[in-house]
């Protein structure tokens, strides 16, 4: 748990004009996590392993969305301005905005469904929840990997994906991407789960193929 926190705090002493150790405590807090649950697999519990991805993975993408107190990024400009277009009007049609973004109902409709309900603050949407969402893909990695490995092995497979500088520098910044690939990933669970009967298998299959669209 302390990860996170580590995280955010670093993200905004960096805001602030301070310096970057607690964010370099928390990489090296993540280094010695992942090197005692490797080494010491038999004496951690099995819901150590899915707890520690989220809170990894979590951390790695707040270090990332949380600096300045604006949006990072690129194309999450384009999709901010979607989702605000969709917010004023009060709902979504093709015919709001000329741009190819406005056609993405994960930037427009449900960044407008979040913030009706929650009253978040639109920026920290873009720049907290929906990173927060896309933070499970790692668990849902692993969850896939130990239907053939190990612990540890499978550990380390969702913690390759997390590791990759695409994820922590990229995916805060393309949210679209992020919550398609949430649905790509419950599309290879309904492929390979050993959970999940033929039925249920297809009706995962289909419905996260049509959320994935």
């Given amino acids: 748990c302390v990860v996170p926190i580590l995280a955010v705090i670093g993200a905004l002493q960096l805001n602030n004009g301070g310096s970057n150790n607690v964010t370099l405590a928390m990489l090296l807090l993540i280094t010695v996590l992942v090197t005692v649950f490797v080494i010491f697999e038999k004496k951690i519990p099995n819901s150590a392993y ?18 300045s107190n604006l949006l990072v990024g690129w194309d999450i400009q384009q999709e901010f301005r979607v989702f605000m277009v969709t917010k004023s009007i009060g709902l ?105 009967n033929r039925t249920q298998k297809h009706i995962i299959f289909f419905a996260a193929s049509v959320l994935l669209i």
Avoid: C, E, H
């Avoid at 899915?50 to 600096?67: C, D, E, G, Q, V």
């Avoid at 960044?111 to 790692?138: A, G, N």
């Fill in 92 to 196: 979504w049609a093709m015919s709001n905005s000329t741009s190819t973004y406005n056609a993405m109902l994960s930037i427009t409709l449900l960044p407008t469904v979040i913030s009706t309900l929650t009253r978040i603050p639109d920026l920290y949407i873009y720049k907290l929840v929906i990173p927060s969402l896309f933070s499970v893909i790692p668990v849902l990695g692993y969850i896939i990997a130990r239907q053939y490995f190990n612990r540890a092995y499978s550990f380390l497979a969702a913690f390759f994906f997390v590791s990759q500088a695409q994820f922590m520098s990229q995916m805060p910044a393309l949210n679209r991407q992020a919550i398609a690939f949430m649905f790509f990933a419950l599309i290879l669970i309904s492929v390979l789960s050993k959970s999940f």
């Fill in 50 to 67: 899915p707890f520690s991805l989220l809170a990894i993975s979590l951390s790695l993408l707040l270090m990332y969305s949380l600096r």
